[in-house]
């Protein structure tokens, strides 16, 4: 049996038990469906059982980067600034604060470790700490979007609170593909040739320009077009493109894709037409980019084993005190509460696309220590992420603080 | 106009770019397959707008930008996106096949088999005569000995007789036709894929007779012949998997469709069976097993995903042809062409009266037949691997045939849908729709 045909049946197969299992514990048990297809992945890897080689993982990188990129585009497509204008100023002034404060945190924190403790150079240390602060931001989007859809059946869902999730998801996402955008343009290595290789400012203007520029010729290119397929055929080039590009370049392909989502998505006529068919192939680049990170994994040292333990539970606290910070530093504390970070805990597929987008450009044992650390968060967080969610929504439903507050929604 | 100069905007963009990266992970072939499919799109369009079949767009763009001309795309990224190709062709197959109904063999049977034995017929003899008159202007040919002139003379005919069912399905799908042109040039380009691999094995047991090959492992009579019965096992048992998972499972149909295609190929890869022959079958037997809802879901689902595998098939496809290959070889060409043109015509009228078919069908149904892909370009490739000494001529000789029949094909077929009045859009133009004189 070839590696291919293997990939393709246990994949399947996999994927449709798990479709089925997931569905009904999601349905009965509020469990998120994605950490279990890392699962497989690791599985069927080489580490474990070799179903899926280290060749095959090689023969499919262009689809993985595709799917990096993919969900870059759909994370973009959620920023349309003119639905986002209907909330409060507020909400988003406690969603950036909330993530500057976990990167910050966690990306000094890591880095005092890897320096202090591992005797890591500071130099060498800096790209890992800096991927651990931006993937530490990320949250679990389909955990706070289940918890809603769960919610919308009783009062709590008409809280600005579960709205300051919804808003901080999105612009924890933004930060995190932001901020490792921005790592791989200061740890650039040279390109080949003789060429004058470009400074880590011009190769972030390279990253935003082809995001931008890409975005806009896209625009201009697929004009008001409706027709489905066409449209499809005209985004994926679009997409496929950017995300080569960046990729060929080794940057990330995340940001660019990012930023022409996000551009389509406020001037393009056909906005809707382009998140439908944005959102149609989201589910299975996502089962491929979560398998092969999975089977990418490679068992770290025990050495490194205390540096991603505290990956997890700095993270943790980090999210939960910067929330409490943004919330008292924008006065916002009567209307969220205290302890509403618990519920940014949860983490999901961006986590593990940027930890395996790392991974990619970068083979060193601390790059495994960074993607390792992803990983074991992801799988630690991610199924509960909507119990949480709910939990600290109905909390704070029940603590009955936000109806003296007023709704901050227009 | 304005999608092509965005296009050359982006060209220009990816070449200043170029200097900065390395190929790392696949990325360059990602960046130019990225390119590719933009390139195809804008050009599919530009083809459209000339009144002209997107699929020629799709080829011409692939072409120019492919390795033989301006190497956007280079070889290492051919090859790299051979699974991509693989996928697409698997995917059209079974689209095809799914497109059969049983009672439409049933009823249509007999006329398709007749119309295609007249013309592949008459198809293979006059281009084995062709080319054996004309040999003497063959480079390669022209210093054979007069058996081995008949080997390759029968070879050639044997792979120049094959149809294209990805063009069929192609312009099918892209011009939404519907109607007896439409559904007898389907019938005979699906039926002809399994009679010629059968012809095929017999011309290459005469070849091999009239000119011993250095090669003896690889192909034999036996080989071949599981290559179609096995294929159509496999497909039997994969087509009712597929019918089992519509009953009891019948969600992502989509993604479905996919890995059971993908599946399909690599079986059939590891089965030595004929891939496409394979998701033939395997398309025709799930949809004629399963429910016709459930059948016309699963259909309905593949066939909004073909739009984007019909350009990716068709831009890769371009990308391969060797323009100079084929421009060298011109004067040989054309008068194949033409003749292979002449005997689809003759063949398909003779075909068309011995099966009472209305000459307003048969007047048509031939324009459908003259597109060559896949299976002959494999086909070509068995010819090189089993006569080392001029194989590799040969199978450039084919290539470019291949090539040139599958630019010429989608514009007449695509003219004759138009013709018989089968194009809802361009219906209402005509005034004798050959609708009208369906006898079934």
Known sequence: MTSGLTLVAVVAAGYLAARVAAGALARRFLIVSGAEYLILGVLLGPRVSGLISANVIDSFGPFITLAIGWMGAVIGSEFHLKRMLRFRGELYQVAFIEAVLVVAIVGGAMLAILTRLFDVPLLDALAPAASLGAIAVTTSASGIALAARRLARDRAARTPLLRQLQVTGGMDAAVGVLAFGIVLCIVHVPPPGDIRPPTPTEWAVITIGIGVVGGILYHLFLGGERDPDRLFVALAAAITLASGTAAYARLSPLLPTMLIGAILANTARNRHEIGLVLHRVQHPLYLVLLIFAGAAWRVPGRLWVLPIVAFILIRMLAKMWSARIATRLSGMSGALGRDWGLALIGQGSLAAAIALNYRIFDDSDLSNVVFTAALVSVLATDLLSARFVRAVVRRHHRRGGLAAAGAPER | ?440
Not at chain 2, 217 to 245: D, F, K, N, P
Not at chain 2, 332 to 342: G, T
């Open chain 2, 1 to 440: 106009m304005r999608r092509a100069v965005i296009l050359l905007i982006v060209f220009g963009l990816v070449e200043l770019l170029r200097p900065l990266g390395s190929a790392g992970y696949g990325s360059q072939a990602l960046l130019t397959f990225g390119f590719l499919i933009l390139a195809a799109y804008t050009v599919g369009e530009v083809a459209k707008a000339m009144r002209g079949p997107a699929v020629v767009g799709y080829m011409v763009a692939g072409m120019v930008f492919g390795p033989a001309a301006l190497g956007t795309v280079s070889e290492a990224a051919l090859t790299r996106l051979e699974p991509v190709s693989a996928l697409a062709v698997a995917l059209i197959a079974f689209l095809a096949g799914a497109e059969l109904r049983w009672e439409e063999l049933r009823d249509r049977g007999i006329t398709l088999l007749k119309v295609m034995t007249a013309e592949l017929l008459l198809g293979f003899v006059a281009l084995s005569a062709a080319l054996y008159a004309a040999h003497d202007y063959v480079p390669f040919m022209r210093e054979l000995p007069t058996p081995q002139v008949i080997a390759v003379a029968v070879l050639v005919a044997s792979i120049a007789i094959v149809h294209s069912p990805a063009v069929t399905m192609a312009l099918l799908t892209e011009t939404h036709a519907r109607g007896p042109v439409a559904r007898t040039t389907l019938g005979v380009v699906l039926l002809t894929d399994v009679v010629v691999v059968l012809l095929f094995s017999g011309t290459l047991t005469l070849a091999r007779a009239l000119a011993p090959s250095t090669q003896s492992a690889g192909v034999s009579v036996g080989g071949i012949s599981w290559e179609i019965l096995g294929a159509l096992l496999v497909g039997l048992l994969l087509g009712g998997a597929v019918a089992v998972y519509l009953r009891f499972v019948g969600e992502e149909l989509l993604l479905f469709a996919v890995v059971a295609a993908f599946l399909g190929s690599e079986v059939a890869r590891l089965a030595h069976v004929e891939a496409v022959l394979t998701l033939l079958t395997t398309g025709f037997v799930a949809e004629n097993l399963s429910q016709r809802q459930r059948g016309k879901a699963l259909r309905h689902a593949m066939e909004r995903s073909a739009a984007p595998v019909f350009v990716v098939f068709f831009a890769l496809s371009g990308a391969t042809i060797d323009v100079m290959a084929v421009a060298v070889l011109l004067p040989v060409l054309l008068p194949l062409i033409v003749v292979r043109a002449a005997a689809i015509w003759a063949g398909t009228r003779l075909g068309g009266r011995w099966a009472r078919l209305p000459r307003e069908i048969s007047g048509n149904v031939w324009l459908g037949l003259v597109s060559q892909a896949g299976v002959a370009i494999g086909l070509a490739s068995v010819v090189a691997e089993v006569f080392p000494t001029f194989g590799t001529q040969l199978r450039t000789l084919l290539l470019a045939l291949i090539a040139l029949n599958q630019l010429v094909g989608p514009i007449l077929f695509r003219r004759a849908l138009i013709q018989s009045g089968e194009v809802p859009a361009a219906r209402g133009a005509l005034r004798h729709p050959v609708a009208a004189a369906d006898p079934t």
